[in-house]
């Protein structure tokens, strides 16, 4: 549904690991930091910051502002700590290696949930989702020698609606050019970063009687089957982005500039597509 929680997406990151996430130290409280994760479609995310009542004073180690952004297809992240990933922070709003980044939302420091929803749901495919943790508001207070600040958290969510019938496709390398020719093909080179393909259940009607299609594989339901269908990757988050929705029947629904659209409902429903009006598509 339109309000699952993706957590375990982001949990499943950190299988080999301790289910608590730090900061490393930092001399000053502007410090930058980040975690990340797998999803899909985002409505909102929520932190909730790490309270340390083993310490004296039993301080709590919120970050002062919070903000997500989507990192491309492709694009690694810096190692955790490094200049590089407290650069990447810095420059979300701004950087190429983002191709979305949330408003920059101010946390309350105190150990309790805290959501941030997002202006408009966003389509999510492929890449990393990174949380930026923008400054920080607690030193420690284990003495003058052990007294940097630090950002800690001990959860960390984001709701949305799953797209399970979506799948990226990353365009093939392009071939070296000729020998002697230097120069390719200007077409191969249009910045698209991939494909976003979408499972769909294909069924033919012809007058009151249902016919299908010849299925393959042979295991597969033998009224209909399943395709692939590939659009551009660039495109859709391009349209998708800008017109996605919720309806009043809480329904997740995107609108390509065309006119097609995708709803993630469980239950099968149809996509205007175009096509022959003798031919239904349905989302798997």
């Known amino acids: 549904g339109n309000d699952e929680e993706i957590s375990r997406s982001f949990l499943d990151v950190l299988s080999n690991q301790q289910r608590l996430r730090a900061s490393g130290p930092a001399f000053a409280p502007g410090a930058k930091g ?7 479609v985002v409505e909102k995310f929520g932190v909730t910051p790490y309270q340390a009542f083993w310490q004296p004073e039993s301080p709590c ?7 997500l952004a989507f990192l491309k ?5 810096p190692a955790p700590g490094t200049a590089e990933s407290r650069k990447l922070a810095e420059s979300a709003a701004t950087s190429s290696d983002f191709y979305y980044c949330s408003p920059v939302c101010t946390m309350d420091n105190g150990m309790k949930a805290q959501e941030f929803a997002l ?13 930026l943790l923008l400054g920080r508001a607690q030193r420690q207070t284990l003495g003058a020698d052990m007294d940097d600040f630090y950002t800690c958290i001990s959860h960390f ?10 799948r990226l496709v990353p365009n093939p390398p392009m071939p070296p050019p000729p020998p002697g020719n230097e120069i390719m093909d200007e077409s191969l080179e249009d910045g698209v970063l991939g494909y976003l393909e979408q499972r769909v259940l294909i069924t033919v009607q012809n007058g ?21 269908q590939s659009s551009d990757f660039s495109e859709l988050f391009e349209a998708y982005r800008v ?18 659209s995708i709803c993630s409902e469980d239950s099968p429903i149809g996509l205007g597509m175009g096509m022959q009006e003798d031919i239904l598509v349905f989302a798997s």
């Open 34 to 40: 980040s975690s990340s994760g797998n999803v899909a």
């Open 61 to 67: 180690y919120a970050s002062r502002m919070v903000a």
């Open 73 to 77: 297809p492709g694009v690694e992240l």
């Open 119 to 131: 202006p408009k749901p966003t389509l999510f495919v492929g890449g990393r989702a990174v949380l």
């Open 157 to 166: 969510w984001m709701c949305g609606t799953l797209l399970p019938d979506f």
């Open 208 to 228: 009151s009687q249902d016919q299908s299609m010849m299925c393959t594989p042979p295991y597969m339901d033998p009224w209909t089957y399943h395709i692939f």
């Open 243 to 260: 017109d996605a929705c919720i309806e009043e029947d809480k329904v997740l629904r995107f609108t390509e500039k065309s006119g097609f």
